[in-house]
């Protein structure tokens, strides 16, 4: 009952239903490719994250149908038995293109393509959807959260009011973003992530006194000490008491290590704070805090030189505080080699036909110039001279002469991973490192420059070419 | 790598922590109470459903510290070996009395009462948080949505947009909220919740074209066929392709259910597709919608009598949009059988002391009078006269001779479970018979009236005389 698998029915039905008519079709091993991409910025931000790929690939490597799934999908849902069958043995034997976790990414270009037969691309929507989504939104937030925290600690707290077991991911999505470390113990276990934990109010008040509960926490975690100074009476009891029980800690030769704030004005306090233990001698011991934080009041603290040197982060991080949801899709772009698009009277909704590839292009210092060019991918990279803004007619941009890098890449061929799965700090330095390649007008809060991404000649012209080739065809079905 | 099982290890690394200071002082069996409750009900609404109970009993009674933690607690976080002792054969043996799952809830009222030795009930606290606080936000967010959308038939569709792993409860608590069905399969497979689907844009578009699509899916799904009409021009392509399909099974003996439409404008694209499969003879054909669907939106459309028999609702409902957490907490206030608080200068940040019942006040038909009591479990019901604010010092109202109903039951006995567990159909029964005895006027969106929680003369004089006595203690402390 406590088990999560995540199985072949970690999906919607739809998918299932979709699978099901293909395979009684004998359409199943039609080739297919999906893109997977977002239209809009979480945090009316300028950026986001790419995250959560390298955990689905893990997934896809595993990705079969349960005995359990298996019962199911027959007695309840009374799915087809030679499609039953078939599922039995299911695995997923695509290949997979993606930009580098940890990758800066930008609103409708390709983060991901997948090629497959078009049952198992298809089938994997929901699935892919629901992971990349999720830890794309907390990766940009944390990294939102680390651009003001300069080189403070950041630490995710999130567990207990995360969206239940999501609670599991945004430890490591947090990490991605910047985070050095998470209060949950069971992503620390799962993902390798440095745990952290001091105490809660309920310790201090469980004791006779607060030096009392100092004392008893002091004894038995004289590594890793630090005092929650909040319960009863900051300024005049929870500092007093934290100061001389480190002083006693002192002349056993221990350290404590800092105290807690998570209640009150924290630029007032951790100020008086600061001066209470610098006026004890205690200058090695650390102010941390938590409450309501998020990348704006971090960034308030910083203002007034509050002098914080570790930031618990909880809801806001954990949740993706406001906006809680990245909008990426996963379309259709071509089906048996054939380009394809869907038609909306929106061109923002339309997505881009046919493989592509999108290109970086950067300027002569190795900074991003603020332009990722979709190509088709065979197009050759030297003859992208021009890109074309893709919804507004005639606007256009030159990047000739400018260095281009390529953004996706292969990562998995024929349902196997091509190169082993990066350690988590790999992803995390990856993600720093592009946002230092970032000029800081894309990463400001307040209406972040507009990063330009832009299609080909020959993908704009490809596209317009469908369109008006599938509008033809319902001028004529409509007379 | 695909499974992801609650154990003792999924908690924040401070309840270890304290729960290792409390074992190394051999305190850990001193006796504890604890509190849930929250404090703000989201989406400015009027009340919160309680959701998430019964899967965490489910877990709490398998609860127990994996081989892999083990390893993990002793080799990377070295916790201390006797300890690890008494984690290797840990089970939770404490009681826990709660509101009914499905319960309409209050802020400031404890929803759930955890009585254990003061180490089981702390390691309990993120578990607890995070199981339903997430499922009480969805419960209520879907009950929203069912106030508006009457008897129309509600479907869950948000797995690909739901915070990762958080989908699988977030269709738990939709049901309970008041959702019929889900698109998620393994939600439904988990639960024996309806799983619905039907087709994706990519479905048709795989297809040379769209009347081909829908007569392949309706031959391999006569029994579910919805046609998805939006893929190309819904009035001029899709409607008519979905009439033509169904008029063929006519011929067969079959009967298609239905369209969906997943852009444009569902007012008005919803009535002419009223009237075109009325016009067609296929009165029977059902009309669904999706596309960010929220209760204002829903609301909106049956103002403008809009013919629409199914809703989808996904993201926001999924997420819990916009507030995406509910803000329950979790306070100690019994230790050794005597009261605690924890002080702060703001009232309402403060715990209610001691072992608590929670009285619901009726009128004489049965409806919510408007007002729950708290008081302690060693009052006399009858003797519950008047009930007080429990912030605004003088302000109270007379109960005296109105019915009163205790909301908290006995739900867990020594870490066994009293009763067996109900089936989520009676969970979201007893719900939505919960919602009819609340007035209206708690029920709107707009500034919904304030339901009372006070506390017996009793409790408030407890509260109110700790609180005194610790402030006093600090007094003499500070000079």
Redesign the interface.
Known sequence: ???????G??????????A???F??N?HH?P?V?DYFFRKIPFDGGYVIFAGLHELL??L???TFSE??MD?LRE??HL?PAFLDYLREFRFHGNIYACREGEVVFPFEPVVRVEAS?LEA?LL??LL???L???S?IATKAARIRYVSGSKVLSE?G????????????ARAAVIGGFQST????A??RYGIP?????????V??YESELAAFR??A???PE?CIFLVD???TL??GI?NAIAVAKEMEQEGKRALGIRLD??DLAYLSRKARAMLDEAGLTYMKIAVSNQLDEYLIRSLHEQGAPIDIFGVG?KLA????D??L?GV???CE?NHLP??????NLT?MNLPGKKQVYRVFNSDAQFLGADVIAATDENEAELLIMHHPFEPGKSKKIKGYPLEPLLFPMMKNGKRISPRPALQEIAAYAQKRLQQLPPEYKRFEFPHVYKVGLSEKLLQLRDQLRAQ?QHS?MN??T
């Open positions: 009952m406590n088990t999560y698998s995540i199985t029915s970690y999906t919607d039905l739809y998918e299932m239903v979709m099901q008519a293909y009684l079709e359409r039609t297919a999906f893990d997934m490597e595993e990705w359990q799934d199911y309840t849902l087809h078009i298809q929507e929901t959807l629901n992971i989504n999720f830890q939104l707290f567990f207990r009011r995360a969206q239940g077991l999501a609670g599991i991911m945004a209060s949950n113990v069971y620390g276990e745990v952290v934990g001091t105490m809660a109010h309920s310790f008040q469980s008893a926490f004894k038995h975690h890793g319960t009863y009476d005049h009891s007093p209640s009150g809801t949740i993706g505080h406001p809680a949801v909008d996963y379309k259709l089906v394809t698009i869907k038609l909306s009277e909704k599938y319902w079905h409509d």
